[in-house]
């Protein structure tokens, strides 16, 4: 079965500061990748996503995330983090045979930024 | 509307009692998704609809667990004889259906359920 891991759980970062969350999939296959953001109190809403195409995707308030197909990884970065910034962020995959769009979550990255 | 929306936004029940979760999803998308979000096990996937039909519900915890889609709009989420481990918020997500599904799934604000 698909999995998705994040390896960092809780990151406390101070504004300025460069980010970067990990993921990783287990599924060999072709695979669609999201990164969502879940900031206090909102829905759940898309940072950036990849199909196809040029590995490295940007998306919304400067972050990008690069595909890597040997490592099986997906991981989002931001050059310098803000104060509103602070969220959960969490990686996921759909894709496989019988692709059906159900996304696959990771366990969530809290991030705090600190002023 | 312009978004997903759900309802109710909190709901308080007994164990042993049905809960209804009702899901509005954006106007003109076919592809509708639940999912959960609890402490313990993360955001978990439960079940998909393309238009009135679910092809996979294969997240659907137990039989106690249901759901249907009418019009190709409206779909509620029925949990009967709720337990305790069904506490969790309940999210609902929709999106266009695009082959491949490579679109983005728009979530709502979820429903917290608390059975007691």
């Known amino acids: 079965a698909q999995s998705v891991s994040q390896h960092n759980h809780h990151v406390i970062l101070s504004e300025a500061a460069s980010l970067e969350l990990g993921c990783n999939y287990s599924y060999g296959g072709t695979v669609n990748l999201f990164w969502y953001v879940q900031y206090p109190g909102q829905h759940l809403q898309l940072l950036l996503k990849y199909f196809s195409g040029d590995p490295l995707v940007k998306g919304i308030k400067g972050f990008e995330a690069e595909f890597i197909k040997s490592k099986f990884s997906f991981n989002l970065r931001k050059p310098s983090v803000q104060w509103s910034d602070t969220a959960e962020y969490f990686c996921?995959?759909?894709?496989?045979?019988?692709?059906?769009?159900?996304?696959?979550f990771g366990q969530g990255t809290t991030l705090q930024v600190k002023p | 509307g312009a978004g997903v929306s759900q309802s109710p936004s909190n709901k308080v029940t007994e164990k042993g009692k049905d809960v209804e979760l009702r899901c509005d999803p954006i106007?003109?998308?076919?592809?509708l998704y639940w999912y959960r979000q609890s402490l313990g096990q993360g955001l978990e996937f439960l079940i998909y609809?393309?238009?009135?039909?679910?092809?996979?519900k294969s997240g659907l915890p137990s039989d106690r667990f249901s759901a249907e889609r009418t019009g190709g709009s409206v779909s509620t989420l029925t949990i009967q004889r709720t337990q305790q481990e069904d506490s969790a918020v309940y999210l609902c997500?929709?999106?266009?259906?695009?082959?491949?599904?490579?679109?983005?799934?728009?979530f709502g604000p979820g429903t917290r359920l608390t059975v007691l």
């Open positions: 997500a929709s999106s266009q259906g695009l082959a491949g599904f490579t679109d983005t799934q728009y």
């Open positions: 996921a995959v759909s894709g496989g045979s019988g692709n059906t769009g159900k996304l696959i």
């Open positions: 106007s003109g998308h076919t592809a």
């Open positions: 609809f393309q238009g009135n039909s679910a092809p996979d």
